[in-house]
């Protein structure tokens, strides 16, 4: 599973969450950060923002707002660079996915993923999209892949870091890009108590609460517990019972 969209959209809060409901379920939840797993390079395209761009580091908060200057930064030049970069990011997840395969997680989930990245490139440019369709068709698909579609406006709220103007276009690279490739499931702007339980909704038509019954049941048994978790009546329970 992968989380993307905007800064300030609300990935954390609703990975925080679902990571610890797939826990209380019983189940194991591997977590990948994109900038500190996967992407290459990561302390040179720090200082670059820092030192080239003169921008802020850190994390931004609505007591201390920064002012981040590295991928809101756009021109030809770093254009290429970034079209270099993600190839060799694209093919770091291509390695990382194929160790993920071996693993004993029933849930790896992706803090970002390579669709963050080309968000970043200027989609309306038809070679732009014709990069970024070969990176999604290399990279290896997650089951399934949310996009949290959150106003620009309140996410700058919640993590003032860039320029409205920039997320507000970023959003929209978000959406052409999910037209072209067809890569996310959009959850739309909402409240996050909102945005969780229509996460768990999708989710259950994907695992059905059989299935994570029996999951769940196997987990107690190796552990030797000998409870077992009641049926839930209707699909709906699924969230209430984890």
Known sequence: MSFSGIDGAGKSTQIESLCARL??????VELITFWNDIAKLTRIREAAGHTLFTGDKGVGTPDTPINRRDKNVQSRLMTAVR??????????????????????ADFVIFDRYIYDELANLPLRN?????????MVKLSPKPDVGYLLDADPVQARARKPEYPIEFLLANRASYLTLNDAVGAMTIIASMPAQDVERQVWKHLQTLLSPAEMKKRTTETLVDSGDPGVPARPEEPDALPSAL
């Open 83 to 104: 079209l270099c970069l993600y190839f060799v990011d694209t093919v770091s997840l291509r390695l990382v996915m194929g160790k993920l395969a071996k693993s004993d």
């Open 23 to 28: 826990k209380e379920a019983g189940l194991a």
């Open 126 to 134: 038809p070679a732009a999209r014709f990069y970024a369709r070969l």
